[in-house]
Structure formats: structure tokens, C-alpha cells
């Protein structure tokens, strides 16, 4: 007999502005992480004026985490200091392993509209200082499945047997689900893992008839279905679920360790010019 999870909590999304004047939704962070653990953080973006996002995050670090960019709509240019290039396009994902340390940018292109979202996911203790490492997710690696309800894009993990990619370090899923108009679905989800999902279009309900809105994020109890049923415009969301790591966590803005000491050791690591480490 199936356990539906019913929504914990709802946390509605922030107007911020972060690197170089990049206008952001700010909906996790670190209050949140034991209620999300492994995920850190989600940020989005919605515009569709350049200045609001053209200045990009210049060359930055980030040590002990992965960074997960998922652009609906829009075009970023990505480099890094080990000499790696690329570009974002739409419906495009990428995965990017900070590990032992990495400085990079991302540089978002003029567009009739930039449009996506942006996960921060832990890295275990183990692989902290792992190489860092990029797995570019194209459009023909994702997925895509056709259901009555609507549609379901297939970033990593595995939607009933259809298989997106498999990361190599925290097996999350990541799914991107759009319902019809007051249609509604059941999806399996490990009770062992924490699930939340961010709504970025219309609205729903959810679990035990818990009314969702739009640029907000609903997190669940435990059990093994999720439960969506779309609004009278139709719902598009974004599920991430994931084994907590039960880690301790140190945090300073993009370096994410286990102790003070690693802290420490990683700002030290960047003063020094010795940031950048490979095995």
C-alpha cells in the first residue's frame, strides 16, 4: 500500500541580486539544508531584460559541492581555470563537480528571455576533494517521456525504468514534470530520501491537498509517492530527491566542508594561490 507524502513545510521564493548584478530567486539555502540534505541550495531566474542579467558571475571559487544549471530558456557561456569552455543552451543542464577546487564563470547571453534554475548539491566527505569535473547535459541525453498527464523530462535518475543521467557521486533525481490542466499523477519516490519540488509554472496541489504557488518550494514528509494534481492553468515543477548524507556541514559562501578546519584550510588554499589541486 502506498505512503503519500504530505507537504512539511512551503517556502516561498526572494528577489536577491547576486554576482555581478545577476537578478535572482532565492528560494533554499542554508537554513533549510537538514530539511533538503543532499541539496544545499536553489536558486532561479526569470527575465527578459539583459541588464538584469548580463554582468554574469565572473570567475569565482567552489570547493566540496556540486553545481547543477538547468536553463529552460536563454544561452550561458561557462569557463573555468583549467582551461575548460562551453555554452548552456535551452532545455541544456550542467553538472559541475567542484570537488577538491575549481574557479569558474558563468556568463549569461543577451535573450528574449532567461529563464532557469540552479541547484547546489553536498558532496560527501569521501569526495570532497575529488578532481573536479564536468558532465555537460545536452538535449538528447535528457529524457523526455510523453505520459496523459503532460510531460516529464528526465535530467538524472530513473522515472519508472526510463533512465536519465547517473552522477557519480550523489545519485539525486532531478525531474522536470509539466501536468495539463486539473490532471493529476502519482510518483514513486524511496521513502529513504528527502524530496522537495520548486514550482515554476502555475500552480497545484499536493500530498494531503496542500495548495502550492508559484516561485515556491514545497518540501515532504516522509513516504514512498508524491502526490501532484495540476491547477486550472496547468503546473510545471521541478522534483529533486536524494539519500541525506547525515554529514556535518561548514559553509562560506561557495566553499562547503565538513569543519571549521576545512574552512579554513580552503580560504588559506585560495589566498596562497594554492587552490586548485588535482590527484
Not at 534554475?117 to 564536468?134: F, S
Not at 496541489?205 to 509517492?225: E, L
Request: charged share 30%; proline share 4%; with cysteine.
Amino acid at each position: 500500500m502506498m505512503k503519500i507524502r504530505n507537504v512539511a513545510k512551503t517556502i516561498k521564493g526572494q528577489e536577491t541580486v547576486d554576482g555581478a548584478g545577476v537578478h535572482l530567486i532565492r528560494v533554499l539555502g542554508d537554513d533549510d539544508v537538514e530539511d533538503i540534505d543532499p541539496f544545499l541550495m536553489l536558486d532561479a531566474f526569470d527575465s527578459k531584460y539583459p541588464e538584469e542579467y548580463i554582468k554574469g558571475f565572473p570567475m569565482h571559487p567552489h570547493r566540496g559541492i556540486e553545481t547543477i544549471t538547468y536553463l529552460i530558456s536563454g544561452e550561458i557561456d561557462h569557463k573555468d581555470s583549467l582551461g575548460n569552455t562551453g555554452k548552456i543552451k535551452d532545455g541544456e543542464s550542467q553538472w559541475m563537480t567542484a570537488g577538491s577546487g575549481i574557479l569558474h564563470e558563468e556568463m549569461p547571453k543577451e535573450s528574449d528571455r532567461l529563464y532557469g534554475l540552479q541547484i547546489w548539491l553536498n558532496l560527501p566527505k569521501k569526495d570532497k576533494m575529488v578532481d573536479p569535473e564536468y558532465l555537460d547535459i545536452h538535449n538528447e541525453m535528457i529524457r523526455e517521456i510523453e505520459i496523459p498527464e503532460g510531460k516529464i523530462r528526465v535530467i538524472s535518475g530513473n522515472f519508472n525504468g526510463i533512465e536519465g543521467v547517473s552522477p557519480k557521486h550523489v545519485q539525486a533525481s532531478i525531474f522536470d514534470i509539466s501536468l495539463k490542466v486539473d490532471s493529476e499523477i502519482n510518483i514513486e519516490v524511496k521513502d529513504e530520501n528527502n524530496l522537495f519540488v520548486y514550482l515554476f509554472e502555475g500552480n497545484g496541489v499536493f500530498g494531503d491537498n496542500t495548495f502550492v504557488d508559484n516561485r515556491t518550494v514545497a518540501i515532504f514528509s516522509k513516504g514512498d509517492t508524491l502526490h501532484a494534481k495540476a491547477g486550472t492553468g496547468g503546473v510545471r515543477f521541478l522534483l529533486c530527491a536524494g539519500k541525506p548524507l547525515h554529514e556535518p556541514i561548514a559553509w562560506a559562501g561557495p566553499i562547503v566542508m565538513n569543519d571549521e578546519n576545512g574552512l579554513i584550510e580552503a580560504f588559506k588554499d585560495l589566498n596562497e594561490g594554492k587552490f586548485i589541486k588535482q590527484n
